[in-house]
């Protein structure tokens, strides 16, 4: 980048200054060539009053035609005299441009290119009162000369703008590269006032996204060590009913309860299993999320249904509000992840309650939303913990958590699910009172 800003630069300056220079010799070349002809018309006009062929002698004598050449042609082009060469020499002059332009006009003239280019010769003919043409003659520099003349003044210039060029925009992007360069080096050392004004909206950007970043994967440490120490417990109390039982020494009654320690441990093992398996797959948003219109009503009925047994094992009446217009409470979403959403709350509902709790469940539709209401009034949960509980692993009472078979994900789910639905989510919980969770569509 820095080269090619030194390299558009410096093409920049040296078009300019040669495209300057041509501009100005064609300009002043006009005018040095007018000045040339006035000139060679005033000797002309000068010369006449005295040109004779007899005093020819004379005016060269005088000097007169040192610098300019003098020719005398009769009205048939005949050369009559010429300072340079001889008469007898010369053709016909009566198709010169400038002598034709003199027999027909009183005066005229031209200007002829040397062979070298190097020359230009003007001519300024002039028609006398006998008849013959008068025509002086004189040599300059042409304007590619005149080009050539200039070119050393113009390359130097040239050079000395192109070195400042090169200071130049070695000092603008060293000022405008250098940031850059302290950013990349250090990131969380930069203060974003470092930078040029146009530069702060990205070091912010970068600077956030960097401490995402650094976010994301101290989440993702701290999970897989979580998941590393829940996974232990349970396979380590089954390796201690397992070796229990190798000794062959434990009885009948023993060996029931050893298996069903073992059953139980394996049982959360799966559970924790499968919660992880979710979250990945939420996790990854590459997986494919197939929607379709699905019966909120319906599937929360269903899903009471299923959880019947389960409520009725630890005494809690689980309840399905009927009643509302049913028809309208569709959703475009992800079935399965929609049924796992009803699912993690009313599990929820029934596990933290008291024997002889309730808990309802409600669809219906408000302000044009879909509301999914589930309201138990079981323990409730402490408002220090409330904006905690939907991270990972994160429990009020952990071994009741546990002792329910509860993984610490469920609410980690619900709240992915819930991004996922662009849906949100409103919890009012009082301990000792019961918990409410309401959920818009
Ligand atoms: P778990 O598998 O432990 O139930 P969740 O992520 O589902 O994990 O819930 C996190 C924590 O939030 C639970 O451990 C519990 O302390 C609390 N919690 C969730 N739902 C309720 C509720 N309805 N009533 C009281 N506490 C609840």
Known sequence: ?????????????????????????????????????????????????????????????DGLTEELRVTCIDSNGTVLYDSVQSPKDMDNHGGRPEVSEALAA?????????????ENTFYYALRMQDGSVLRVAREADSIYQMFIGVLPGVLTVLAVVLLGCLLVSRLLTGKLIRPLQRLAANL??????????????????????????????????????????????PLTSISGYAELLETG????KEVQRFAGGIHKSANRLLNLINDIIKLSELDSSEQEFVTEQVDMYELAQTCVEMLQPNAEKHQVTLEFEKGEQRKCCTVKGNKQMLEELLYNLCDNAIRYNNPGGNVWVQVATREEQIMLKVKDNGIG???????RIFERFYRVDKSRSKQTGGTGLGLAIVKHIIARHHASLELDSEVGVGTEIRVWF
């Open 1 to 61: 980048m820095k080269k090619r800003v030194n390299y558009m630069l410096m093409l920049i300056a040296a078009s300019a200054i040669l495209l300057t220079t041509v501009l100005l010799t064609l300009i002043y070349y006009n005018l040095f060539r007018e000045q040339v002809m006035k000139d060679l018309r005033t000797n002309a006009l000068l010369l006449a009053q005295e040109f004779s062929l007899d005093n020819t002698e004379e005016m060269i004598a």
């Open 106 to 118: 009183g005066e005229g003239r031209d200007a002829r290119i040397s062979s070298t280019f190097a």
């Open 188 to 233: 969380d050392a930069y203060e974003e006032e470092e930078a040029y004004e146009e530069l702060t909206p990205f070091v912010r950007m970068i600077k956030e996204q960097h401490q995402d970043i650094i976010k994301g994967a101290r989440i993702r440490q701290d999970f897989t060590a979580n998941v590393t120490h829940e996974l232990k417990t």
């Open 249 to 252: 020494m434990a009885s009948e």
């Open 381 to 387: 949960i402490p408002f220090e913990h409330q904006d």
